[in-house]
């Protein structure tokens, strides 16, 4: 494992440090597969950080991206875009019937949520209760919203108005609301918080509380949307519907692109010129968008998620019993967590030794986010790779 000398200086001088960056320089991608400068062919669990959910270079968006950028690379929001109009149907469509503002990551789209759950409100309803482990993005709002000390360190002072709860705590959610309560804010399923759920009692109270208080209710399924448990969007689990919603990360194939769905009576608070995004919905995304949810439905790939999250389940939770090292096993469709009892860190380099690229969330829980475009002998490949080194750890 090792990278060319060049490029190592290029980043040693020339780019921020704010990422720890193994020394793997990615070229090409294709499925569950990646390249790297030297030749080498890694699996990949953790395709994108969660954007690849189709794979690296999933053709269809290949192919709408190569039309689109030979046709049309970006025109402003002053002016309708076919494509645009037509993506927001497709997705309110398949989830709560609201509206879309469009941009271009899940920071944005949370920032676009929290503006307009303020809108909405009567004045002096400002507050957002979020949750412990909860993790919205890195812009201001975002960041503040996120309820991890680890991000605010040196940072502050944060955007006011964010009061924090235990996660799956709904007398501790109820106890916090008052009369300047404007939104609660919440992943479905955790993501980086290590892949924590709650149970459907726990999002039908929040949709209680919210509903006699007047209250927004913000799901963020930037991590746990657009199929990546086996429906399309992660609340369609538990069955409690969310005023807002917001969408990024896998939402354009890989493209960047992030989306804010509000019911229409809540939408319509966004006023003209209250918030916008310069690139927001531009029809290279757009495009990408679409193909995205086309590709989804003309593959069967929701139900496909089922059968491979199945599988995944079938040949990791077992280990979870074998070995001591593993405190819990957690997954909700593709979204897999093993946490183990001690720091696991070292694991995404040895899995990356056996040309397996994992990820290790809040220090000990292993992380899969697995495209549903994987074969069973893929799935197979890489889960006895992941298995021989959870047989061996923590040694
Ligand atoms: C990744 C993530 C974000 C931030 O998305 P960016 O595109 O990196 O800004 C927000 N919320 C959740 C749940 C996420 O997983």
């Not at 002016?79 to 398949?94: D, F, I, N, P, V």
């Not at 996120?146 to 996660?167: M, R």
Request: proline share 5%; glycine share 10%; aromatic share 10%.
């Amino acid at each position: 494992m090792k990278i060319s000398p060049e490029t190592s200086a290029l980043f040693e001088r020339y780019v921020i440090p704010n990422y720890r960056r193994f020394p793997l320089s990615l070229v090409r991608g294709e499925g569950s597969w990646v390249w790297d400068d030297q030749g080498n062919r890694y699996l990949d669990f953790f395709p994108g950080w969660g954007c690849n959910l189709l794979g690296h270079c999933p053709p269809a968006v290949v192919k709408a991206v190569q039309e689109q950028a030979a046709t049309l690379i970006h025109v402003p929001n002053t002016w309708h875009m076919e494509a645009q109009g037509q993506w927001a149907k497709m997705l309110s469509e398949r989830s709560f019937g609201g509206q879309a503002f469009f941009c271009n990551s899940g920071t944005e789209a949370n920032e676009a949520a929290i503006k307009l759950a303020r809108l909405h409100t009567p004045r002096g309803r400002y507050k957002i209760i979020t949750f412990e482990g909860g993790f919205h993005g890195r812009t201001y709002g975002a960041t503040s919203a996120t309820a991890q000390s680890k991000y605010h360190d040196g940072i502050e002072p944060l955007v006011p108005g964010f009061v924090y709860a235990p996660f799956a705590d709904l007398a501790a959610v109820r106890a916090k609301v008052d009369g300047e309560t404007a939104a609660i804010m919440v992943e479905p399923v955790q993501g980086e918080g290590g892949i924590r759920f709650a149970s459907v009692e726990f999002f039908a109270g929040l949709r209680k509380i919210a509903d006699e208080n007047g209250l927004v209710l913000i799901f963020d399924e930037v991590q746990s949307g657009c199929g990546r448990t086996g429906k399309w969007f992660a609340y369609q689990t538990y069955g409690v519907e969310p005023d807002v919603m917001t969408l990024a990360k896998s939402l354009c194939g890989g493209i960047a692109g992030g989306a804010m769905l509000a019911r229409p009576e809540i939408a319509k608070s966004l006023r003209p010129g209250m918030h916008a995004a310069t690139f927001g919905g531009n029809p290279i995304a757009a495009r990408a968008g679409i193909a995205t949810i086309e590709t989804i439905e003309k593959e069967g790939l929701l139900q496909r998620a089922d059968q491979l999250a199945e599988l995944f389940f079938r040949l990791l939770h077992p280990l979870s019993s074998e070995l001591a090292s593993i405190r819990e096993y957690r997954q909700v469709g593709l979204m897999i967590g093993i946490e183990l009892r001690d720091d696991a860190s070292r694991l995404v380099e040895r899995c990356m030794e056996k040309r397996l690229l994992i990820n290790v969330t809040q220090g000990n829980v292993i992380r899969l986010l697995p495209a549903m475009t994987m074969t069973d002998d893929e799935v197979r490949e890489g889960c006895e790779i992941l298995a021989g080194e959870l047989r061996q750890f923590p040694a």
